[in-house]
């Protein structure tokens, strides 16, 4: 098994960073703004001294000017917690580049983001039996177990968002993003509502594979469900496969408004599409990585 | 005539076996498609869509659809063309069907549409695709001068293009030509039927058919109406004082009609005047004629059904005379005679004072012959005794009497009363044919080579011929004959030859037709012009000593028969001579075209209903 990213790769995604729109609160230390105040070279409010406060930061220029003791407050500087949902189930094992693979290197790509600022990152894979959690990484260091993890995880099984509904719901604040093809029978809903309830500001990203926004075959054939092994005769005309397209566009502008009601962004993308690309260019357009 | 029991039959029923093909399309739709496996992430964004397009293994029960339905109907129609299904149509066929299509004149009448030569031929082109594939047809246009233009074939392609390639011409339909013509085609034995296609006006028949015809005539009446008004007569008279045109208006409709004539010299507008013409009602009207003018047209502006007798052309200008030499010791009857052709310049000379000359175009000698005849038309009356051309003895005559009541030089010349006291003896002469004679001796002979010339053997004063009104009449046409017009200025009808002589010294002589053509015609002897079928006005133009010298004539319709248009209910025909019963049978209108354009709508259908999803 090769790498998951390319050491080139690597070096271009140092240079991002994922674009939180309000401030976190992370439980250590790190580089992004956070709703408490802590430690950090920016200002940003007085407060009255009470007893028990840290003497060091009492203000006294304020002291001399007001008679009164005065704190300087600043902006604590903390990890942003990120959850990546990564969907591996039978329909993602398909296509040609094949999505469960891509899925893999785009989920390793935004996770080395994300390590390499310091942010604390959570790699949860749904797909055949439980969803499969992991603990928490942080650093670069961590990027090497996770991209083994990622690497080791089996694609297969029926795609089933409910049981994403718990996982996010014990989320602390941060940001998520999910990874998936959104092909599913169940509806992505309840997993959409979990985020924001659990006010997660985060991403959608659909990942589908060329061969499924054009068909490129005709003709008599017997379809088989990838994750559910159903079976059905069919034949391929212009009408049929003009059909389908049109259940799968509405399938997908579903997807894309949900998440937009729910303040989440929304990128729909092709395997066609190198990961380097998807990263620098549609994810950068979203606003998820700057 | 054109009823028929609607029997279908096939020409080519050995196709049926084509039939197969439909229980082989049924046996196809058995079997059971073998369908590769595809794995799709989401089986459920696929619409439910199953049909059964190829053949396979194993077996499977047959299912309604609309696609057998119609692969089945395309090869049903398909195997129906194959066959060639004919259904009996309505014309009764002999196996050699003549048709006789007029394109005479009155053809170009529009009381049907297009025209009547249009309806006939598209009849006759009905008639054609009811040919079965042993029948035969031919072809006969019948104009002024009927054409074969189709002979004996059975090829439809080849007798559709000879019918529609026929054009109406300005003359007359001469059936009798026609009829002989079909005649010579159809030999004994031979089961043929004629058809004739016409508006029924038709030169009257010959008496020679009415032994009968070979084969039936059927005559196909074309044309409903007669509502027309046309010129029939423009002349134009020059007396002492001044010239003036003659022109007949004639109104040939069985409804009043309001007509306005535009009269023109020379393309110029002089007169447009107002006419009001009661049902069958003609009128003269006498118009004024520039003194320059070279042709004067008179034209009806009213639009109706026939357009060729609607415009009249005449020659405006004076023929150019002839200088005529009489020797003679003195005939006064002679030289009134010849003074009655206003383009004769008669000029009389003593016999002691003639000497040759090439400046007169004719010559007349009375009781004097010349040692040598000049080098043109002469008239030669009664020569002495001694010369060349003089008889036997004088003997006595009594009556006289036509060589031959027929010929164009008797014209209107009553003979009854004449009488001729003592004449020449011409039995033994090498002039020429006889035209007049007696029961004793040839009295008047003609003769065309080496050139026009009339040997008279009495003396005019030894009979009463001069004193008979057969006299100037038979002067007239001895003298138009021997010396015609350069260029007759009277009017021709269409198609009429005429006759042009050269001038002497002329280089070439050519006729522009009215629509611009020039034909060159032969300098050194009388020519003849037949291509006369446009109307309008001809100039035949006449090169001598490098001067072109202009002579006009003019060609109208000017036939009461052709513009009076209306059809004739019934047609006598020639009866039928052969007593063999005809074997007619009905044509045959094949179907398969139709059913093929069937077939190929049920296959754009079932293509439309697969792609459609149906």
Known sequence: MGPLLEPALLRRLEALALQVRRAVSGQMGGERRSRRRGQSVEFADFRNYTPGDDFRLIDWNAYARLDRFMLRLFVAEEELPLSLFVDLSGSMDWGKPNKAETARRLAGAIAYVALAALDRVRLTVFAEGETSGGAPSRGRRAAAPLFSRLQSFPSGGVTNYEKLVWPIGRQRPGMTVLITDGLGDSPIDPALTALQRAQQEGAVLQLLAPQELAPDWSGDARLKDAETGVEREFTATPLTQGSYLRALAERTDEIERAAHRRGLRFARLSTAEPVDEMVQITLHRIGLLV | ?614
């Open chain 2, 1 to 614: 005539m054109w009823k028929g029991a609607r029997v279908m039959s096939f020409l080519a029923p050995a196709a049926a076996v084509l039939a197969l093909t439909l229980p082989a399309i049924i046996a196809l739709y058995f079997l059971k498609i073998r369908r590769p496996t595809r794995v799709v992430p989401a089986l459920h964004l696929w619409p439910s869509q199953v049909r059964d397009r190829q053949a396979n293994v194993p077996w499977q029960r047959l299912r309604p659809s609309w696609l057998l339905f119609l692969q089945l109907l395309a090869a049903a129609a398909l195997v129906a063309a194959a066959v060639q299904p004919v259904l009996p149509a309505g014309a009764s066929l002999a196996r050699h069907s003549i048709v006789l299509l007029d394109a005479s004149a009155s053809m170009q009448a529009t009381d049907v549409a297009p025209s009547r030569l249009g309806e006939a031929k598209r009849q006759v082109n009905a008639v054609i695709d009811q040919l079965g594939p042993q029948d035969r047809m031919t072809v006969i246009a019948v104009g002024p001068s009927p054409r074969i233009v189709a002979s004996v074939t059975g090829d439809r392609d080849t007798l559709h293009r000879a019918v529609n390639g026929i054009t109406a011409s300005n003359g007359p339909a001469d059936l009798s030509a026609a009829l002989a013509l079909a005649v010579g085609l159809v030999r004994v034995g031979d089961d043929a039927r004629a058809y004739l296609f016409s508006d029924g006006i038709v030169q009257p028949l010959r008496a020679s058919f009415s032994a009968g015809l070979p084969f039936p005539v059927e005559y196909h009446r074309v044309g409903v109406s007669g509502e027309n008004a046309g010129l029939t007569s423009l002349t134009v008279r020059t007396s002492a004082q001044t010239r003036a045109a003659y022109l007949h208006v004639q109104n040939f409709g069985q409804q009043p009609r309001s007509v306005s004539v535009e009269w023109r010299a020379d393309n110029h507008l002089l007169d447009v005047r107002p006419l009001t013409l009661a049902a069958g009602q003609g009128q003269d009207l006498v118009l004024p004629v520039p003194a320059n003018a070279t042709s004067v047209t008179a034209r009806l502006a009213s639009s109706d059904i026939f357009a060729l007798d609607d415009v009249a052309t005449a020659v405006a200008r004076t023929p150019r005379a002839f200088r005529v030499l009489v020797v003679t010791p003195g005939n006064v009857f002679l030289e009134q005679a010849l003074r009655l052709r206003t383009d004769l310049q008669v000029d009389v000379l003593a016999p002691a004072a003639y000497r040759a000359s090439a400046a007169y175009a004719m010559t007349v000698f009375d009781r004097f012959a010349p040692a040598t005849l000049p080098d043109g038309p002469s008239l030669i009356i009664d020569p002495p005794a001694g010369s060349a051309l003089a008889g036997g003895p004088p003997v006595g005559i009594g009556r006289v009497r036509a060589a031959d009541a027929g010929d164009p030089l008797l014209a209107n010349v009553d003979l009854q009363d004449v009488h001729v006291a003592r004449g020449e003896d011409l039995r033994s002469s090498t002039f020429g044919r006889p035209l007049i004679g007696s029961l004793q001796t040839p009295l008047v002979l003609v003769r065309d080579e080496p050139f026009r010339q009339v040997l008279i053997g009495f003396d005019l004063h030894e009979s009463d011929l001069p004193l008979r009104i057969a006299f100037p009449i038979l002067m007239q046409n001895l003298s138009e004959w021997m010396l015609p017009p350069s260029v007759p200025s009277h009017s021709f009808h269409p198609d009429e030859p005429v006759t042009i002589v050269p001038e002497p010294g002329a280089t070439s002589v050519s006729v522009i037709q009215p629509d611009g053509n020039r034909r060159s015609l032969a300098t050194g002897s009388i020519a003849t012009f037949a291509d006369t079928d446009p109307t309008g006005l001809y100039t035949v133009e006449q090169v001598i000593a490098g001067t072109v010298e202009r002579s006009w004539f003019s060609v109208n319709l000017f036939s009461d028969v052709i513009s009076q248009l209306k059809p004739p209910e019934r047609l006598t025909l020639p009866p039928t001579r052969t007593t063999a019963v005809q074997a007619t049978h009905h044509g045959q209108l094949e179907i398969w075209p139709w059913i093929a354009l069937a077939a190929l709508g049920v296959v754009v259908a079932e293509w439309l209903a697969f792609h459609r999803g149906i």
